[in-house]
């Protein structure tokens, strides 16, 4: 997937903003299922956006608004059918995404497109390998 986003700045042509997309709400509920379960929205639904041509602040900001909204989903059912929980792991992730957040999203702003797919994309493949 790396790969494929490096091409993709390579490619001369510039990425197209199509909202209207008819396989975003399949994607989009793959990928909520699949972090709801264990963590993967962004390796789903992230990587798919950036490689099918969007622009990498909206994939990136579209996955930030998503993981929050899904984590505040499956923290409230914790907190509902789970009797004995340990709140300060969790007040420590919430605090900790309370002040990354506008730190990611000023970055986003201020770096352009181009260098921030090619930081993806190099990322990627480095996690990737570490997996590996």
Same mark, same amino acid.
């Given at each position: ?10 490619? *001369?042509?510039?990425? *197209?903003?199509?909202?209207? &997309?008819? &396989?975003?709400?399949? =994607? ?10 264990? !963590?993967?929205?962004? #390796? ?6 950036? &490689? ?21 989903? /499956?923290? /409230?059912?914790? =907190? ?6 340990? #709140? ?8 900790? !995404? ?11 702003? #201020?770096?352009?497109? *181009? ?7 190099? =990322?990627?493949?480095?996690? /990737?390998?570490?997996?590996?």
């Amino acid at each position: 997937m790396g790969i494929v986003i490096l091409r993709k700045v390579r490619n *001369k042509h510039a990425p *197209k903003f199509n909202r209207e &997309s008819r &396989s975003l709400p399949v =994607l989009a509920t793959g990928g909520g299922f699949a972090d709801a379960i264990g !963590g993967g929205w962004g #390796l789903i639904v992230n990587n798919t956006l950036l &490689s099918n041509g969007k622009i990498a602040p909206y994939a990136i900001g579209t996955g930030n608004f998503v993981e929050f909204s899904v984590s505040l989903a /499956s923290a /409230s059912t914790f =907190l509902f059918f789970v009797k004995e929980l340990s #709140l300060a792991p969790v007040l420590a992730l919430i605090l900790g !995404g309370i002040i990354a957040a506008p730190f990611a999203a000023y970055i986003c702003k #201020l770096i352009k497109p *181009k260098y921030l797919m090619i930081a993806v994309g190099i =990322l990627i493949i480095l996690l /990737s390998i570490r997996t590996f």
